[in-house]
């Protein structure tokens, strides 16, 4: 469908809930629907994420993902008070990339509409860029430290470690002024080295995750036993499961899960899809009990150079290494900018 299609559907959506949900003061449009061409087809592979705020103490859990009209929707729900702080929203990468960009869909108050003019007046300062990137330094560096294997299962182990490894494309896409996307993160971080002359740089953040290429053929194996994985875990996980991406795990979370990652490995740099095939065997593996699907795990590890569960620590040592030359790159973007 058209993104003015889907943007009117997911408008639509917001006016009918707030008219039955008390404590919404606004929503808008967040993630990779922000950079989608009004013309252009969304593809079924792709949610859009919407972000409802609620006044103080009104805020539900994560709604997670739902299908209206035929529309994936992602919904999001946060407390107003994160808002309240300029200096807060412009330094924080998911509500200063959204609020730059302005796509509102209820602000019955004009609360929004404000916050997205003082936004977009700071967003590209180099100041509110540098503290966006060093938040997820941070980030990395809490992660590693806080790193205790043996009170983690394996599945939460392999949560963590790809997604601290996912980190290291932020400042990257942050520099760049990109939106750090969480399907596409590796992809999109080679685009902006790309653009300003540094693609070299690429396979040495990709390596931190894929340390040897696979390629397409194997990954295809790989991937069709996360099939399997996901289509058992749909049918295992407990109805209200408390986790914030149950809903991933799903039949309407399919075309994201499944099909997002069949698109990357499809591409010409299958390596791209690695991250989120990971980061959904974990969710597969954290929502439900399928011992008998870790063999297949394991051996999606082994071909990333994970043979035994001491080495997710030496692998986040090295994310943790790479660091400087990561803040490097950060700062040569910022130059050419």
Known sequence: MKILHNHKIAEKWVEDYAKSVPGIRGAY??????QAQ?????????????????????????IGKLRTEGVLLEITCMDEGEFQDLGHVLSTHYLAYALNAGMILYDPSGTLARLHENVKKEYARPEWVEARCEK?????EQS???????SMTLPHTVNGWAFTTG??????????LQNCTVRKRYPAARQVLETYGMGGFYPKLLSLLVPEPLGRERLSVHMKELEKTFAL??????PGAPYPFASDISPEGAPVAIGGSWELIEGSHPEDAV?????????????????ERL????????????????????????VRGFLPELREAEKEILRKM
Do not use: N
């Not at 569960?309 to 040592?317: K, N, Q, S, T, Y």
């Open 295 to 318: 063999p297949a795990l394991w051996a999606f590890l082994r071909d990333l150079g994970i043979t035994r569960r001491e080495d997710f620590a030496r692998r986040l040592e090295a």
């Open 144 to 150: 590693v430290a806080g790193y205790v294997p043996e």
């Open 275 to 291: 991250f989120w095939m990971l980061a959904t065997f974990a969710r597969c593996h954290i929502l439900a009990d399928m011992e």
């Open 38 to 62: 009004a013309g252009d087809d969304w593809p079924e592979s792709s949610d859009i994420d919407i972000v409802l705020v609620f006044e103080a103490g009104a805020c539900p859990p994560k």
């Open 233 to 238: 875990a749909c049918g295992r996980k407990e």
């Open 136 to 140: 997820h330094y941070q980030r990395i």
């Open 167 to 176: 980190i290291t494309c932020s400042p990257i896409l942050l520099a760049g």
């Open 29 to 34: 449009v967040s993630g990779s629907f922000l």
